[in-house]
Protein backbone atom coordinates (compact mmCIF):
# COMPACT_ATOMS: atom_id res chain seq x y z
CA UNK A 1 0.00 0.00 0.00
CA UNK A 2 1.02 3.45 -1.03
CA UNK A 3 1.03 6.53 1.69
CA UNK A 4 2.10 9.80 2.42
CA UNK A 5 2.53 12.02 5.15
CA UNK A 6 2.60 15.41 5.92
CA UNK A 7 3.57 15.73 9.53
CA UNK A 8 2.65 19.83 9.74
CA UNK A 9 -0.73 21.06 9.31
CA UNK A 10 -0.31 24.51 9.11
CA UNK A 11 4.01 26.50 8.53
CA UNK A 12 4.47 29.60 9.46
CA UNK A 13 7.12 31.97 8.13
CA UNK A 14 8.17 35.54 8.05
CA UNK A 15 8.20 37.06 4.16
CA UNK A 16 11.94 36.66 2.93
CA UNK A 17 12.97 33.87 5.04
CA UNK A 18 13.22 30.02 4.01
CA UNK A 19 10.56 27.79 4.50
CA UNK A 20 10.37 24.19 4.47
CA UNK A 21 6.89 21.98 4.20
CA UNK A 22 7.31 18.68 4.95
CA UNK A 23 6.58 15.18 3.05
CA UNK A 24 7.62 11.55 4.10
CA UNK A 25 5.96 8.97 1.90
CA UNK A 26 5.94 4.67 1.77
CA UNK A 27 5.75 3.65 -1.69
CA UNK A 28 6.99 0.24 -2.91
CA UNK A 29 9.12 0.13 -5.78
CA UNK A 30 10.54 3.37 -7.36
CA UNK A 31 8.45 6.38 -6.21
CA UNK A 32 7.40 9.44 -8.71
CA UNK A 33 6.68 11.64 -6.07
CA UNK A 34 4.71 15.25 -7.03
CA UNK A 35 3.93 18.61 -5.37
CA UNK A 36 0.38 20.51 -5.79
CA UNK A 37 -0.74 23.63 -4.23
CA UNK A 38 -4.08 24.79 -3.54
CA UNK A 39 -5.39 28.27 -3.67
CA UNK A 40 -8.81 29.12 -2.27
CA UNK A 41 -11.70 27.98 -4.24
CA UNK A 42 -9.48 27.01 -6.95
CA UNK A 43 -8.37 23.22 -7.93
CA UNK A 44 -4.74 21.75 -7.33
CA UNK A 45 -2.10 22.81 -9.91
CA UNK A 46 1.35 21.16 -9.98
CA UNK A 47 4.79 22.78 -8.70
CA UNK A 48 6.80 20.22 -9.47
CA UNK A 49 7.96 16.14 -9.44
CA UNK A 50 10.30 13.70 -8.94
CA UNK A 51 10.79 10.63 -11.59
CA UNK A 52 14.40 9.71 -11.25
CA UNK A 53 17.92 11.04 -11.28
CA UNK A 54 18.89 14.49 -9.74
CA UNK A 55 17.95 14.23 -5.69
CA UNK A 56 17.13 18.55 -6.01
CA UNK A 57 14.43 18.66 -8.37
CA UNK A 58 13.19 22.60 -9.26
CA UNK A 59 9.76 23.70 -10.16
CA UNK A 60 7.41 26.34 -10.55
CA UNK A 61 7.40 29.93 -8.76
CA UNK A 62 11.12 29.36 -7.18
CA UNK A 63 10.08 26.05 -5.40
CA UNK A 64 12.52 22.86 -5.35
CA UNK A 65 12.25 19.52 -3.57
CA UNK A 66 15.02 17.34 -2.18
CA UNK A 67 14.37 13.90 -2.43
CA UNK A 68 15.82 11.50 -0.08
CA UNK A 69 15.86 8.12 -0.46
CA UNK A 70 17.17 7.11 2.66
CA UNK A 71 14.78 9.08 5.12
CA UNK A 72 12.25 8.85 2.53
CA UNK A 73 11.47 12.26 2.36
CA UNK A 74 10.37 14.73 -0.41
CA UNK A 75 10.40 17.97 1.32
CA UNK A 76 9.34 21.43 -0.44
CA UNK A 77 11.98 24.03 0.01
CA UNK A 78 11.93 27.87 -1.36
CA UNK A 79 14.59 30.29 -0.58
CA UNK A 80 12.66 33.11 -0.08
CA UNK A 81 9.33 32.80 0.93
CA UNK A 82 6.71 35.29 -0.09
CA UNK A 83 3.38 36.44 0.94
CA UNK A 84 1.67 35.23 -2.19
CA UNK A 85 2.96 32.00 -1.43
CA UNK A 86 0.02 31.35 1.41
CA UNK A 87 -1.52 28.49 0.87
CA UNK A 88 -2.48 24.61 0.94
CA UNK A 89 -0.02 22.45 -0.13
CA UNK A 90 0.01 18.36 -1.06
CA UNK A 91 2.48 16.12 -1.56
CA UNK A 92 0.96 13.02 -3.39
CA UNK A 93 3.43 9.67 -4.58
CA UNK A 94 2.64 6.71 -6.42
CA UNK A 95 4.50 3.68 -7.23
CA UNK A 96 5.59 3.65 -10.70
CA UNK A 97 3.07 1.00 -11.51
CA UNK A 98 0.51 2.22 -10.28
CA UNK A 99 -2.44 4.69 -12.07
CA UNK A 100 -2.94 6.26 -8.73
CA UNK A 101 -2.45 9.00 -6.76
CA UNK A 102 -1.61 8.80 -2.82
CA UNK A 103 -1.98 12.57 -1.34
CA UNK A 104 -1.12 13.59 2.09
CA UNK A 105 -3.10 15.19 4.63
CA UNK A 106 -1.94 18.87 3.20
CA UNK A 107 0.23 21.82 4.74
CA UNK A 108 -0.94 25.19 4.52
CA UNK A 109 1.68 27.43 4.64
CA UNK A 110 1.01 31.36 6.09
CA UNK A 111 3.59 33.66 5.30
CA UNK A 112 2.97 36.93 6.95
CA UNK A 113 4.46 40.15 6.04
CA UNK B 1 -7.50 26.83 -23.21
CA UNK B 2 -10.02 25.59 -21.27
CA UNK B 3 -8.28 22.16 -19.72
CA UNK B 4 -10.57 20.62 -17.13
CA UNK B 5 -14.26 22.14 -16.84
CA UNK B 6 -16.33 21.30 -13.60
CA UNK B 7 -19.85 21.76 -13.74
CA UNK B 8 -21.68 22.93 -11.58
CA UNK B 9 -19.53 25.18 -9.12
CA UNK B 10 -21.70 25.19 -6.44
CA UNK B 11 -24.80 22.75 -5.67
CA UNK B 12 -27.15 22.03 -2.50
CA UNK B 13 -29.11 19.03 -2.27
CA UNK B 14 -31.97 17.32 -0.07
CA UNK B 15 -31.23 13.83 1.56
CA UNK B 16 -31.59 10.87 -0.80
CA UNK B 17 -31.62 13.21 -3.70
CA UNK B 18 -29.62 12.29 -7.07
CA UNK B 19 -27.42 14.33 -9.12
CA UNK B 20 -24.61 14.13 -11.68
CA UNK B 21 -21.60 16.69 -11.67
CA UNK B 22 -20.08 16.99 -14.73
CA UNK B 23 -16.72 16.81 -15.57
CA UNK B 24 -15.06 17.36 -19.45
CA UNK B 25 -11.31 18.21 -20.46
CA UNK B 26 -10.15 19.50 -24.00
CA UNK B 27 -6.89 18.19 -23.60
CA UNK B 28 -7.14 14.11 -24.93
CA UNK B 29 -6.05 12.74 -21.80
CA UNK B 30 -6.95 9.16 -21.68
CA UNK B 31 -6.71 8.97 -17.51
CA UNK B 32 -9.25 10.50 -15.42
CA UNK B 33 -10.38 10.76 -11.99
CA UNK B 34 -12.89 12.03 -9.12
CA UNK B 35 -11.44 12.86 -6.08
CA UNK B 36 -13.19 14.37 -2.33
CA UNK B 37 -11.84 16.78 -0.33
CA UNK B 38 -12.61 17.34 3.46
CA UNK B 39 -11.24 19.29 5.51
CA UNK B 40 -7.74 18.08 6.70
CA UNK B 41 -8.24 14.93 5.28
CA UNK B 42 -6.50 14.94 1.87
CA UNK B 43 -7.87 14.35 -1.31
CA UNK B 44 -9.62 10.77 -1.31
CA UNK B 45 -10.15 8.99 -4.68
CA UNK B 46 -13.10 7.99 -5.73
CA UNK B 47 -13.01 6.87 -9.25
CA UNK B 48 -11.08 6.85 -11.81
CA UNK B 49 -10.37 5.77 -15.53
CA UNK B 50 -8.02 4.93 -18.04
CA UNK B 51 -9.79 5.18 -21.10
CA UNK B 52 -13.55 5.29 -22.92
CA UNK B 53 -15.52 2.50 -21.40
CA UNK B 54 -13.07 1.47 -18.39
CA UNK B 55 -13.68 2.28 -15.33
CA UNK B 56 -12.54 1.23 -11.53
CA UNK B 57 -12.86 2.09 -7.98
CA UNK B 58 -10.46 3.80 -5.59
CA UNK B 59 -10.11 4.04 -2.17
CA UNK B 60 -13.93 5.63 -1.61
CA UNK B 61 -16.11 4.33 -4.14
CA UNK B 62 -19.74 3.90 -2.12
CA UNK B 63 -22.62 5.85 -2.39
CA UNK B 64 -21.03 7.07 -6.37
CA UNK B 65 -21.14 6.14 -10.34
CA UNK B 66 -19.51 6.78 -13.04
CA UNK B 67 -19.70 6.14 -16.36
CA UNK B 68 -17.18 7.01 -19.50
CA UNK B 69 -18.38 6.89 -22.65
CA UNK B 70 -16.17 9.38 -24.20
CA UNK B 71 -12.35 10.78 -23.97
CA UNK B 72 -13.83 13.99 -22.89
CA UNK B 73 -16.12 13.45 -20.51
CA UNK B 74 -16.03 11.36 -16.78
CA UNK B 75 -19.34 12.70 -14.77
CA UNK B 76 -20.01 11.11 -11.12
CA UNK B 77 -23.04 10.29 -9.99
CA UNK B 78 -24.94 10.62 -6.50
CA UNK B 79 -28.42 8.36 -6.22
CA UNK B 80 -29.33 8.55 -2.92
CA UNK B 81 -27.60 11.57 -1.63
CA UNK B 82 -26.43 11.47 1.88
CA UNK B 83 -25.44 13.78 4.63
CA UNK B 84 -21.95 12.45 4.47
CA UNK B 85 -21.51 13.10 0.85
CA UNK B 86 -21.21 16.55 1.57
CA UNK B 87 -17.45 17.43 0.57
CA UNK B 88 -15.91 19.56 -2.35
CA UNK B 89 -15.06 17.38 -5.69
CA UNK B 90 -12.01 17.45 -8.30
CA UNK B 91 -11.95 16.03 -11.16
CA UNK B 92 -8.46 15.59 -12.66
CA UNK B 93 -7.11 14.22 -16.04
CA UNK B 94 -3.46 13.28 -17.32
CA UNK B 95 -1.84 12.12 -19.85
CA UNK B 96 -1.71 8.44 -21.28
CA UNK B 97 2.58 8.79 -21.78
CA UNK B 98 4.15 7.78 -18.97
CA UNK B 99 3.08 7.34 -15.38
CA UNK B 100 4.87 10.38 -14.57
CA UNK B 101 2.68 12.95 -15.87
CA UNK B 102 1.04 15.65 -13.42
CA UNK B 103 -2.53 15.39 -12.92
CA UNK B 104 -4.64 18.86 -14.16
CA UNK B 105 -7.46 19.86 -12.09
CA UNK B 106 -10.69 21.10 -12.22
CA UNK B 107 -11.55 24.05 -9.82
CA UNK B 108 -14.38 21.86 -7.86
CA UNK B 109 -17.59 21.50 -7.44
CA UNK B 110 -18.71 22.26 -3.54
CA UNK B 111 -21.93 20.15 -2.78
CA UNK B 112 -24.12 20.54 0.02
CA UNK B 113 -26.67 17.62 1.26
CA UNK B 114 -29.17 19.08 3.94
Same mark, same amino acid.
Request: negative net charge; proline residues 6%.
Given at each position: A +???? +?????? /????GNPLTVKCTYS??? /???????? +????RGLQFLLKYITGDNLVK????????? /??? +??SFHLKKPSALVSDSALYFCAGQNSGYSTLTF?????????? | NAGVTQTPKFRILKIGQSMTLQCTQ *?? &?? &??? $?? $??? *? =????????? $?? %??? @??? *????? =? &? @?? &?VSRSTTEDFPLRLE??? =????? %? $? !??????? %????? =??? !? @? *? @?????IL
Open positions: +QSVA +QPEDQV /NVAEVSG /NPYLFWYV +QYPNGSYGFEAEF /NKS +QTGKGTMLLVSP | *DM &NH &NYM $YW $YRQ *D =PGMGLKLIY $YS %VGA @GIT *DKGEV =P &N @GY &NLAA =PSQTS %V $Y !FCASRQW %VGTEQ =PQH !F @G *D @GTRLS
